[in-house]
């Protein structure tokens, strides 16, 4: 490669023109700068910290936090890892409801954008140009501050019909309570689901025989929901409705959570799902024309065309960007630092203002969020190339 | 067809309305429903939000304004606010006028139509910043600053004008405008005993951590992509680590790093304002995000290009630098002003360190003796809302005019 045959025999370069000498200096010289730097900023740290009468390693994790969190009966003598933990556990619970939450909002708001009704088109675009160019943080202050907060005090909340106890602290609703008797209704129901499962696979095998629908997603269901309500009548209403009940300050009984928690969900729902409505919009419309005049010219019903020819293709573009937004989403969860939702950033904050060490907390409250991201961009890398195969 | 009286005319038209209603509002009967439901909706939202608007007490914002747009800037420093802006509006007219004229030339030397953007597309295209600087002028309490403000349009226009008689080799180069604009202004605020950037605040600030966090973050994202495409595994590995490490965390966790951590790193008790450790902050947690910005760039540019800058023998380097990059980077502008607007956004994260910010500053005027407690904050906020409304919303749509002249993902 790099020697040159010339009249006068074999030349070679010398060796500072060598490609290969090139690469290997030019890497070389690429990690002893990256990771001397980071020696120097290390060794920085550690004397810093030294000097500040901080501890070095990651053994104050064992030490009592002193972090309170409210509506949990967390401790707050419990060491600092348990505080940490709780705090990861409030971040899944606000992605576990808001991340359907949203889904559902923005599929509906872009499909909205696309309506033939003039009037729903419009608004729909309204909210969404209205929405997603104001700030996030913003929002949640605001559903916080001026929603939220405006709601009745605690020692006298509102309690429409009985069945909620709606305070600007606290927001409960009723629950399901199981009695005796739920055992053999979840055994019931497990054999109902066995058996959707066989009837959808008979269903398959009978359309792929006959060229009937085979319609088992709604047979199965329906499979599923008779064996429900025998089994309920069997055990003999083992599922009952609890509702909230309130004794001076205290709420027993009931389904709910801090209102600060409904503040962070709502707006960040509301926030991200005018980003999710523009994916399914833009999605939809990226599906060429011809497949849907191919749809009419087979002469689909407009519910068959959407079914079979427009969403599959949609939904193929529309998925690694809304799971974008699921992580953009998870990692706004952090803003709730700003109205005291107690996840993991603000349990972060509080524990550095309780005196400890700064560098090795933000390193885990990175380490956190690094984790979850990580784990989804590989499942959605490994989705994207399903989806590939799947069509070209 | 050829006589046509007026009656039939108007005839026409209502049957022409009554069909689009048809067509648009009541073509089916689930259509007519979500009319009715929808509208009645909308009418309920719309006299509700009507309702509030009347009955809201602005004295808050007129009391608060300055801190709003500027934070705890020093009063009798105020003039230089002023020059700043007379500035920026000279700047902006100078560059449009440039731009034009590259266009221009650009036009003449393809042999196409130059379009010629009158007013009325101006005042299409800004609106909403007409409406917002119209709104903040109606808070004064003074007509100073509507009239200062009268002042910097006409020498925006002056220099808009008097930007046909620049020399054409600066015409040719338009990025020393911005460039040049910048360092003035800087000196016009900060210089000569002025405050300097960390005591600025309110709005401003979000402002000029948006332009500076994208400013410094560009080399180094610029940089890092180019990494990431490198042939040398180290590099591309290294790059890859810094990119997905910083997109995989939220941008608060760095500003905690840079208002808490920082410090550690530096030896001594010396140490930089908080602005300028968040703006390290900013601009490091940016560069992650323009790399891949900047890499769709690179991988939007066909081999073949790269192919024709080898068979010419140019070096891999000039190959980059002359024929991929002005491509790539081309492509890149409204990928990156999206960037920008979602940095604009995220500025606002910086009131959670207690910068003041717009965000910070309507919340702690609701905290004043005179104010606190009467549920201000419904009021204050949505007028900052307004403001980061209108500077997004009119980004965005100009990124997306943009791309329709770039005509990018059309060829």
């Known amino acids: 490669m790099t020697a040159i045959d010339t009249p006068g025999g074999t030349v070679r370069p010398p060796f500072w023109r060598d490609i290969r000498v090139i690469r290997v200096v030019l890497q070389v010289l690429a990690v002893v700068v990256v990771f001397g730097a980071l020696w ?43 505080a ?68 009745p005090a605690p020692n006298d909340p509102a309690t429409p019909f009985d069945w909620f106890v709606i305070s600007n602290l606290k927001i409960v609703g009723p629950s399901l309570i199981t009695e005796s008797g739920a055992g053999l209704l979840w055994i019931i129901m497990l054999l109902g689901l066995i058996a959707a499962v066989a009837v959808g696979i008979w269903r398959t095998r009978y359309s792929e025989r006959t060229g009937h629908p085979h319609h088992r997603i709604l047979i199965g269901f329906g499979v599923v929901v008779v064996f429900a309500v025998i089994g309920y009548l069997i055990a003999g209403n083992p599922i009952q409705v609890a509702l909230p009940r309130l004794d001076g300050r205290i709420i027993t009984g009931g389904f709910g959570g801090l209102g600060s928690y409904f503040s962070l969900l709502a707006a ?46 949609a939904l193929r573009i529309a998925i690694p960007p809304i799971i974008n937004q699921y992580l953009n989403f998870v990692k706004n969860t952090s803003l709730a630092i700003a109205i005291g939702f107690a996840e993991i950033t603000l349990i972060t904050f509080q524990a550095i203002g309780n005196g400890y060490p700064a560098p090795q907390l933000i390193v885990l409250l990175m380490a956190a969020y690094l984790v979850f991201s990580l784990t989804i961009s590989v499942m959605v890398n490994i989705l994207n190339r399903r989806l590939q195969l799947v069509g070209r | 067809m050829t006589t046509t009286t007026p009656q039939q005319l108007t005839v026409t038209r209502t049957t022409r309305a009554a069909a ?38 602005t004295t808050i914002i007129r009391v608060n304004l300055k801190l709003y747009m500027t934070g705890r800037f020093p009063n009798e420093q105020l ?32 042999g196409m139509a130059i379009d010629h953007a009158g007013w009325q597309s101006i005042i299409r295209r800004f609106w909403p910043i007409l409406v917002l600087v119209a709104i903040i002028l ?62 600025w605040g309110g709005f401003f600030v979000n402002i000029v951590l948006t332009i500076a966090g994208i400013t410094l973050a560009f080399p180094l994202g610029l940089m890092l992509a180019l990494g990431r495409r490198s042939t040398l595994p180290v590099v591309r590995y290294l790059s890859v680590t810094y990119i997905e ?29 908080l602005f300028i450790r968040l703006l390290i902050a900013i601009t490091l947690f940016q560069s992650a995000y323009i790399a891949e910005v900047v890499r769709g760039g690179l991988q939007s540019v066909p081999k073949g290009q790269i192919e024709a800058g080898q068979s010419l023998g140019l070096s891999p380097w000039k190959t980059m630098r002359l024929i991929v990059l002005p491509q790539a980077l081309r492509n890149v502008i409204p990928a990156m002003v999206g960037q920008f607007i979602s940095l604009f956004k995220d500025t606002t994260l910086v009131s959670i360190v207690k910068l ?14 005179e104010f606190q407690a009467q549920g201000l904050q419904a009021v204050t906020l949505p007028f900052a809302a307004l403001f980061f409304w209108v500077g997004c919303y009119v980004m965005s749509r100009e990124s997306r005019r943009l791309e329709r002249k770039l005509g990018v993902g059309e060829r």
């Open chain 2, 245 to 273: 490490f910083l997109r995989g965390v939220p941008m608060i966790s760095l500003l905690l790093l840079g208002a808490f951590a920082l410090g550690f790193l530096i030896p001594g008790d010396q140490q930089f304002s």
């Open chain 1, 40 to 82: 120097l900023l290390g060794n920085n740290l550690r004397n810093e910290l030294i000097r500040k009468n901080l501890p070095t390693n990651f053994d104050f994790l064992d030490r009592p936090t002193g972090v309170t969190i409210s509506d949990s009966g967390f401790d707050p003598g419990s060491p600092v890892s348990a």
């Open chain 2, 356 to 369: 003041l910010d717009l965000l910070l500053a309507a919340q702690v005027s609701t905290a004043q003796p």
């Open chain 2, 20 to 57: 689009w209603l048809r067509k648009n509002l009541f073509s089916t009967w689930y259509n007519t429903a979500l009319t009715i439901v929808f509208g009645a909706f909308i009418l309920f939202v719309l006299f509700r939000l009507l309702g509030f608007l009347l009955d809201i007490d």
């Open chain 1, 84 to 151: 940490l933990l709780a705090g990861i556990k409030n971040t899944f619970l606000l992605a576990i409801v808001g991340i359907p939450l949203l889904t559902i909002l923005g599929t509906l708001i872009g499909v909205a954008r696309l309506s033939t009704n003039w009037l729903v088109a419009k608004a729909a675009g309204v909210y969404v140009e209205t929405i997603r160019n104001i700030p996030p943080l913003l929002i949640i202050i605001f559903v916080f501050n001026a929603v939220i907060l405006q709601l």
């Open chain 1, 268 to 313: 960040l729902v509301i926030y991200t799902a005018s980003h999710v409505a523009e994916i399914v919009r833009g999605s939809i419309l990226a599906v060429p024309k011809g497949q849907t005049e191919a749809a009419n010219a087979l002469a689909l019903s407009g519910f068959q065309r959407l079914r079979f020819v427009t969403l599959p293709q």
């Open chain 2, 79 to 110: 003039e230089r606010l002023w020059i700043g802006v007379y500035i920026t509006s000279a700047g902006i007219g100078l560059f449009a006028r440039a731009i034009a004229r590259n266009a221009e030339v650009k036009a003449l030397d393809a």
């Open chain 2, 138 to 199: 109606g808070f004064t309490q003074t007509p100073l600053p509507a009239l200062l403000t009268l002042g910097a349009a006409a020498i925006g226009i002056g220099a808009y004008v008097s930007g046909a008689a620049l020399p054409r080799a600066v015409i040719k180069r338009s990025w020393l405008i911005p460039l040049v604009g910048t360092v003035a202004f800087y000196l016009g605020v900060a210089g000569f005993g002025g405050v300097g950037w960390d005591k």
